[in-house]
């Protein structure tokens, strides 16, 4: 029939069809035999449901181009055999509508009673049913299972629950916890966010793509913009207030790692990462984004950039209660809340201004923020604003907001990789993990700023990302009009493409834009680039190196560089 089962799995909280558990069935398919295999999907589904017992769940479904996702609700403590039982519907409605005889389905169903029986956890059920009850925080997982944040989190095995009359629920609580996500800016965002609420007196925790720390405390290394970093930060008995940075791809696959949450912030949306999870559009890709509205209550503000388009047209669909923040405050959506008397942080003559509770207020001018440079770095004014807008509503007074922006250096050692500046000789080097148009354009007014002789950029690109959103990306890089242009492979970044296969398609974009030939070089590494870029470097040179792999190695390098070693 043409139909391909992509992924099965969990999703374990709220999430991009709706705010339950349960099952995702992603599936490929002609736009055809979309309407006709998620009948028959709905059909067999909601029969296996009703046999084991599942009478009262849901199910929906998400058509888009090329495929479809098939979704079922089931209880937390069998979410394994929901998959499974999933996929049975599945391969049976392909079978009925491939005029296959369908295999005996009491067989079946013994086979999913058996699993089920193996799966239960009354206990885990009755502790999720206790916890809202008290309206205290409840996380879960195969291993584990807790309840409260912080130092009152009390944290157990998954097979040895307590009864919920033996805790002292009134010990059990919560902290402050906001969410960030969006296309680019959500790591500067979560961490200037902890530099304001450790202004405040709070031992933060934040989750990136970089580390889980506890005030300057790293527990450890890697992607944790899932919800296993949100897990892990929330039990731990020192964090005081946390930031959690949620990424699309644990957003799509899992949903988001907790139920609640006391704001929720989205700096942007942009084309990155499309054709993952059914994401084939800009549109689509606020969908996914807007996820993390879901965690909040009617009155938990949801945080929104007002000079991102797909921002405000979203925003017009929902009912939530919005806290805008923005550059342009004189106009359009922003303007308009204002005038509402809304809770709104923008940049007005030089000052980020906070209006909240009936009244406005200067926080700090935009030029005494150092990740600024002076006032010209406008997309990390509009990161300030919207950290300062999450922190104003986890309960942030005013004096610790302007400490924590003036105190964040945003230097390589507290925010590697993003904005980097170094200098040496009067040659400056802007090390930026900008990966997409979006992201360079937002640094490009940055770098102009330094209006220095020549500019020599370094740029790669993963081979997962569509070929138009390569091309994109080499345009605006052109637009700094570089004298030169290293364009480097990122070893263990081809997924699916020929060695150096990427490096060439950014050289012939980049010549068709008006880049001479020979001044395009192709790399077998950022960190070769690098080497390369530093040794031609002279005075009134500005290096905009767009390393996004190989961090470690290429700020050791330049770090000698500078030093002179």
Request: charged share 20%.
């Amino acid at each position: 029939m043409g139909v391909e089962l992509l992924d099965s799995r969990r999703l374990t909280g709220p999430n991009l069809y709706w705010d339950r558990p349960g099952a995702v069935l992603d599936i490929k398919l002609g736009d055809a035999l979309a309407d006709p295999v998620v009948a028959a999907w709905g059909k067999e589904v909601t029969r296996l449901m009703e046999a084991v017992g599942w009478d009262s769940q849901h199910i929906c479904s998400r058509i888009f181009e090329g495929g479809a996702s098939l979704v079922i609700n089931a209880p937390i403590d069998v979410l394994y055999t929901a998959c499974e039982l999933n996929e049975v519907a599945f391969n049976r409605a392909l079978a009925r509508l491939s005029d296959v005889v369908l295999p005996d389905l009491s067989e079946l169903l013994a086979d999913l009673d058996k699993q089920l029986a193996e799966e239960r956890n009354p206990a885990l059920l009755a502790l999720q049913a206790a916890a809202a009850k008290h309206r205290v925080p409840f996380l879960w997982d195969d291993g584990e299972v807790s309840v409260g944040f912080g130092k009152t989190a009390i944290v157990w095995p998954t097979g040895q629950l307590p009864e919920p009359e033996s805790i002292n629920w009134q010990k059990v609580g919560s902290i402050p916890l906001g969410i960030v996500t969006g296309t680019n800016g959500k790591s500067t965002t979560v961490r200037l966010a902890a530099a304001m609420l450790s202004a405040a007196g709070l031992r933060a925790g934040i989750t990136s793509t970089d580390y889980i720390r506890v005030g300057e405390e790293i527990l450890d290394r890697g992607d944790y913009s899932g919800p296993g970093g949100a897990r892990t930060l929330l039990r731990h008995p020192q964090t005081g207030a946390v930031v959690l940075e949620v990424a699309r791809g644990g957003l799509l696959r899992r949903g988001i790692g907790v139920e609640r949450a006391n704001a929720a912030l989205i700096t942007n949306i942009a084309a990155d990462h499309l054709g993952d999870y059914g994401i084939n559009t800009v549109a689509e890709m606020a969908e996914a984004k807007f996820i993390v509205r879901r965690a909040l209550s009617a009155a938990a503000p949801l945080i929104l950039n007002a000079d991102d388009p797909e921002s405000v047209r979203f925003a017009r669909t929902l009912s939530n209660n919005i806290f805008w923040y923005g550059l342009q405050a004189g106009d359009g959506i922003l303007h308009e809340h204002l005038l509402n008397a809304g809770g709104a942080a923008f940049l007005a003559d030089g000052w980020l201004l906070l209006a909240a509770g009936g009244r406005t207020r200067k926080i700090i001018a935009a030029k005494d923020i150092p990740i600024t440079f002076g006032g010209v770095a406008r997309y990390n004014i509009s990161n300030a604003l919207g950290a300062m807008a999450l922190c104003h509503v986890l309960g942030v007074d005013d004096q610790a907001l302007a400490a924590g922006l003036r105190d964040f250096s945003g230097d390589a050692e507290v925010n590697p990789g993003r904005g980097n500046l170094f200098e040496k000789d009067g040659i400056r080097i802007f090390l930026d993990f900008a990966h997409n148009e979006h992201g360079v354009r937002a640094i490009s007014d940055t770098v102009k700023a330094f209006h220095a002789r020549r500019y020599i950029v370094l740029m790669g690109q993963a081979g997962d990302r569509l070929d138009a959103d390569i091309d994109n990306l080499v345009r605006a890089v052109c637009e700094l009009k570089p004298e030169r242009l290293l364009a480097c492979e990122l070893p263990g970044y081809e997924r699916g493409r020929q060695p150096m296969e990427v490096p060439a398609r950014i050289r012939d974009v980049a010549i068709v834009e008006g880049v001479p030939e020979d001044s395009v070089t192709l790399f077998t590494s950022p960190l070769e680039g690098v080497q390369d870029a530093l040794a031609a470097a002279t005075r009134g040179d500005c290096l905009v190196l767009l390393a996004l792999t190989q961090r470690d190695e290429v700020l050791a390098l330049i770090r000698a560089f500078v030093d002179g070693n």
